[in-house]
């Protein structure tokens, strides 16, 4: 009897947890990477300055305080001849869909370079919100991971702009949350029953093949 109650609380807990969660835009985040068709539907592959990357479909978990903690395999395809470099990207959102941190780090080779945590708080929460917070911690963490590349001194092209990657897919991730329904909506209804395009936009990614 004490069995059957507990599951059921916790049946009914796991209901309203997950419905106050923020979701992920699965078939939106994988249009803007060109599609979930690699990998029997589990990843997308694109290209960008002649190197090839392929992002595998996020795993996601909830966190005690309503909101969602995101992870995402970023690859970078180097040849059948040449081994390929890995990359994970980690964000977590809060009930609001809000970024509250993110990390990022990439493995060349048996080398491990991981950026520092970023926190959507102190004197960035203090000052930003939404999508600008967003866009400010996204900058410091590739900051921070692209600083300890070149202390790496790698020079391959397509390493050289894996940090651009995977700020960009940071960018499409965050267009990609949905909370109740409403934040990040590509289009909204206005007082008057018309929609409204929201100011959230992706960004081409453009990289500079680096100076030999």
């Not at 903690?69 to 977590?92: C, K, N, P, Q, Y």
């Not at 289009?187 to 029953?193: C, P």
Request: glycine share 10%.
């Amino acid at each position: 009897m004490v069995l059957a109650r507990s599951f059921l609380l916790l049946f009914f807990t796991s209901l309203t947890w997950s419905a106050a969660d923020p979701k992920i835009r699965l078939d939106e985040l994988g249009r803007s990477l060109g599609g979930w068709t690699d990998k029997s539907g589990k990843a997308a592959k694109f290209e960008v300055s002649g190197s090839t990357y392929r992002s595998w479909k996020p795993e996601v978990s909830p966190t005690p305080t309503g909101g969602i903690f995101v992870s995402i395999r970023i690859d970078h395809l180097r040849g059948l001849l040449a081994s390929d470099d890995h990359a994970s990207l980690e964000v977590t959102f809060d009930k609001e869909g809000g970024v509250v941190s993110a990390r990022s780090s990439i493995a060349l080779q048996g080398r491990r370079v991981t950026s520092d945590l970023v926190e959507g708080t102190g004197r960035f929460g203090a000052q930003l919100v939404g999508m600008d917070l967003a866009a400010k911690v996204g900058t410091e963490m590739i900051s921070s991971l692209s600083a300890k590349i070149l202390r790496e001194q790698i020079r391959e092209p397509g390493r050289v702009s894996f940090p651009a990657v995977l700020q960009h897919q940071y960018n499409l991730l965050c267009l990609a949350i949905d909370a109740d329904g409403e934040i990040f909506d590509p289009e909204k209804e206005d007082g008057d029953g018309e929609k409204e395009e929201l100011e959230r936009k992706a960004v081409p990614l453009e990289i500079e093949t680096p100076q030999k």
